[in-house]
């Protein structure tokens, strides 16, 4: 009995790890994934609007701005998209999380520090 229940433990376990990593095994696995134009809306949660943002990915160095909170970019299936400052700001940087592309998805950028953004997102 007690071996059997170490056996599901056991299994569960490799089985949670498999679903949080199975957007990563694809790629070690040579899995090929298909070009797509991805859909990106932002849940802003900054003092700031949604034109100081982009978002990118990371394997291509590609990047789209948002407009009315909403981006698409052109990309392939499960390539690591992140929110980022636009380069147009360049004494500013955000670090966010970054999440395999899909067609339509949500990404948040949030600004925790009280004067993250003092005077850097001025006009000139």
């Not at 298909?34 to 859909?39: S, V, Y």
């Amino acid at each position: 009995m007690k071996a059997a229940l170490i056996g599901l433990a056991l299994v569960c376990v490799i089985t949670l790890a498999g679903y949080g990593l199975r957007d990563d095994i694809g790629g070690v696995l040579g899995i090929k994934h298909d070009p797509i134009q991805a859909r990106i809306t932002l849940r802003n949660h900054c003092n700031v609007t949604d034109r100081a943002f982009v978002v990118r990915d990371l394997k291509t160095g590609h990047y789209a701005s948002f407009r009315g909170g909403v981006a698409t970019l052109r990309t392939v299936e499960r390539n690591r998209l992140r929110i980022e400052i636009s380069p147009r700001f360049t004494d500013v940087n955000l670090t966010t999380q970054s999440a395999p592309a899909r067609e339509r998805m949500t990404m948040t950028a949030k600004c925790t520090s009280k004067n993250w953004d003092k005077g850097y997102f001025a006009k000139d």
